[in-house]
C-alpha cells in the first residue's frame, strides 16, 4: 500500500520557522520525484517545492527561493521541508507528492501550517 504521511505542521507566527516532513512507504522512492504542494483557503492547490529522484535536484518557484529548502534522505525514505521566515501567506494546508515519470502520482494527507501576525 503506498503511504505518504505528512506532519510537522502547525501553529508560528511571522518570522518563524517550521520543518515538515513526508514519511513514504509502498513505492520504489529512489524513482519518484517528490514535492511539497500547499493549498490555502479559497485558493487553488500550488507547488512550492520540488526535488528529482535519483539526482536530488531541487526546483524552488520565487515565493520560496531562500526561506524554504527540500532535502530527502534515500534509506528512510523520508522528505523534509525546512520553512523559515514564514509569512502569513504560507499559511495552507500542505500536501507531499510523489510523481514518476511514467504518470504514475500519489498524495499523502495534508499537514496545516497557520502562520500568525
Known amino acids: 500500500e503506498v503511504q505518504l504521511q505528512a506532519f510537522g505542521g502547525g501553529l508560528v507566527q511571522t518570522g518563524g520557522s517550521l520543518r515538515l516532513s513526508c514519511a513514504t512507504s509502498?513505492?520504489?522512492?529512489?524513482?519518484?520525484?517528490i514535492g511539497w504542494f500547499r493549498q490555502a483557503p479559497g485558493k487553488e492547490r500550488e507547488e512550492v517545492v520540488c526535488i528529482a529522484s535519483s539526482d536530488a535536484k531541487t526546483y524552488y518557484p520565487a515565493s520560496a527561493k531562500g526561506r524554504f529548502t527540500i532535502s530527502r534522505d534515500y534509506a528512510k525514505n523520508i522528505v523534509d521541508l525546512q520553512m523559515n521566515n514564514l509569512k502569513t501567506e504560507d499559511t495552507a494546508v500542505y500536501y507531499c507528492?510523489?510523481?514518476?515519470?511514467?504518470?504514475?502520482?500519489?498524495w499523502g494527507q495534508g499537514t496545516l501550517v497557520t502562520v500568525s501576525s
Open positions: 509502498g513505492f520504489a522512492f529512489d524513482d519518484y520525484a
Open positions: 507528492n510523489a510523481g514518476h515519470a511514467e504518470g504514475h502520482n500519489y
